[in-house]
C-alpha cells in the first residue's frame, strides 16, 4: 500500500510541476534526443 501511495503522490507532483514550468514563457524545451538543437541554443546565447 505505501508502495502505490509513493507511486501515486510522485506521478502528482510531477505533473504539477510541469503544469507550473509550462507556464514560464521564457523557458525553452527541447527533447533529450535533439543534442544538437541544444548545443545550438546554448552557443548562440552564450557565445
Known amino acids: 500500500k505505501a508502495v502505490e501511495l509513493i507511486k501515486r503522490n510522485s506521478r502528482r507532483y510531477a505533473k504539477r510541476q510541469i503544469t507550473w514550468w509550462s ?3 521564457e523557458i ?3 527533447s533529450p534526443e535533439r543534442k544538437g538543437e541544444i548545443i545550438r541554443y546554448i552557443t548562440e546565447r552564450t557565445g
Open 23 to 25: 507556464r514560464d514563457k
Open 28 to 30: 525553452v524545451w527541447f
